[in-house]
């Protein structure tokens, strides 16, 4: 059996490398296509994924959208029509290869665990034989997309099931020269493209100012080339210039905050404490943490002044990402029998985290 699975962004680098393990161990060929954009094809190459790079990111606005799923969906389906025939493509959240498994005749499983993404899911979801979420999600919130009687659920967070063999390496506080007597906070900027000084979130450019002033240590992690450097023109921060072990540094930080969800996300897995500063429309994956209390909303910057050294922790939970084969794999589930009944060698660390 033969598997096209596409990397459009950093966190489907992570959420589907166990997946990508895993099918391999029990024998299915896979392939990876991998979008130029933010650290998506570094975190390939730490992770040792194999992978051809197909397009780049063309902007936030709508236009811009569109052109780039039209070209890249073209040159995916070339891509394809000079392979072996897939028997299913698999992406978390890309429109792109979605489009272009529905050119090719292909079987496809779209996967993701934010609802509101309107238009990604209107094209995904229809186009998809299988539409894999967390149960946190209601039903009904998709039907209207066009996933009635595709839905596949699991429990928990996906996060927890990428995580699951991985434990902390403190090396990463020593490359970014980080004084482990002083409280750690890690801060994730938004997820879109504009400047330090233009971010739309009001309240995270606040964040910042706030955390440049304090006494905590703040490693502040750009999604893009353009953050990056204003964020080192406007000091006050640690900030790296390459990928590194993010989730050791978030196992080891006193607190998260982040106006995106992955990463807020992986500390509630890694039991580190978060708060959000997202101002869109809440999913439900962060409505039950909110609700719950593994996830905190940040109102104020006056928030982060309570951080301290050695903040008490939640519990770590992990999942086993064996569980999630059969509904990633579900429109193929004849063909695949066999790679879903095989036993899974003895779990490892990732070579880097």
Known sequence: MRVWIDLTNSPHVLALRPVIELLRARGVEVEVTARDYAQ?????ARHGIANTPIGRHRGGRLAAKAGGLVSRSAALVRWARGRPRFDLALGHGSNDVTVAAALLRVRATTTFDYEWATVQHTVNCRLARAVVVPDA??????YRYGARGKLHRYPGLKEEYY???FEPDPAVLDELGVDRSRPLVVVRTPPDVSLYHRFPNALFASVLDRLRQGDAQAVVLPRTAAQRSELQRAGGFVVPDRVLDAQSLVA?????VSA???MNREAVALGTPAWTTFEGRVGAVDELLLA???LRRLTSPADLDGVRAGAERLPR???DPADLLPLLLAPVRDQARGALQAEDPPPRRPVDA
């Open 40 to 44: 998506t094809l570094e975190l390939c």
């Open 137 to 142: 999600i209601p039903p009904e919130r998709l």
């Open 163 to 165: 995580l699951a063999d």
């Open 252 to 256: 080891f930080a006193d607190l998260v």
């Open 260 to 262: 995106g969800g992955t």
């Open 292 to 294: 719950k209390g593994r």
């Open 317 to 319: 939970v992990r999942r």
